[in-house]
């Protein structure tokens, strides 16, 4: 039987070495639903251009996500700006699977949500493609500097789950200014479609707040924070940071919840 009604997933980057497929079978094999929402950068093509890491644990997160479709499970894909190539394919479905420009989603308790992937709020992917690409070539290397870093920090026995990523956006006003600008403009647009909120990804900065009255919620990513979003049945949301570790804490019951699974040390 279905754990949830929906499942919200981002930028999973699969072909990359950075991609953290296994985690993110463990949270799907914890999370059955009745609806499946991968929002843009499921397949990144962009790296793929340049090198392909494609190992066997990414190869069954694409088996599994085509099998709940065909057990029934509803499978939306909104192609994001790294596997942009399918944008053209809106309106078809291979298979299962359906493939979406964007989606409004009404949740249980009747809150309609725009599904968008959110690169055509970001200036520099639109108009700038070349930044965004050495941009996204050095993330991927802070990434693999990360893993690296957690190695260490296992082996000397300290707790948690420490990102390099996520240090360099919150010390970086630069980056900060960036996630807010993103932030208002997507809010601005959901307003203009007299909607109550949005779920998107992109910037690889989960988050689940109230801006200016409506609800912007971002998946976050499975390359560095392996977060999701996921619909209970009486349309409560939460936003989970997935470790792997079955026996998370209940969430505090508030408009939105967060769920934060306790990164197990190896």
């Not at 069954?60 to 942009?84: S, W």
């Not at 493939?99 to 009747?110: F, I, L, M, P």
């Amino acid at each position: 039987m279905p754990n949830v009604r929906s499942v919200f997933l981002s930028d999973i980057h699969l072909g990359t070495r950075a991609c953290q497929a296994d985690r993110l079978l463990e949270f799907l094999r914890e999370h059955p639903s009745e609806h499946l929402f991968l929002v843009g950068d499921i397949v990144d093509f962009w790296s793929m251009s340049r090198s392909i890491h494609w190992n066997s644990a990414q190869n069954t997160v694409i088996q599994k996500i085509l099998r709940r479709a065909r057990h029934g499970e509803r499978v939306v894909f909104i192609p994001g700006n790294h596997d942009e190539a399918l944008r053209e394919y809106h309106g078809v479905a291979f298979g299962d699977i359906e493939v979406a420009e964007e989606y409004v989603h009404e949740t249980a308790d009747g809150r309609r949500l725009l599904l968008i992937h959110g690169d055509e709020f970001d200036q520099v992917t639109r108009y700038h493609k070349w930044v965004a690409v050495l941009g996204d070539m050095a993330y991927n290397c802070l990434v693999r500097i990360n893993g690296w870093l957690s190695w260490v920090r296992r082996s000397l026995g300290r707790p948690g789950y420490w990102s390099l990523a996520g240090y360099a956006k919150r010390k970086v006003k630069r980056a900060l200014e960036f996630i807010f600008d993103f932030e208002r403009s997507v809010i601005h647009h959901v307003r203009e479609r007299g909607l109550d909120g949005v779920i998107c990804g992109h910037i690889h900065w989960a988050a689940m707040k109230e801006v200016d009255g409506l609800l912007y919620i971002n998946c976050g990513d499975w390359v560095d924070s392996c977060t999701a979003i996921v619909e209970h049945f009486d349309g409560r949301l939460e936003l989970v940071d997935w470790d792997g570790v079955p026996d998370r804490q209940p969430a505090t019951p508030l408009l939105t919840d967060t769920v934060v699974a306790e990164r197990k040390v190896a």
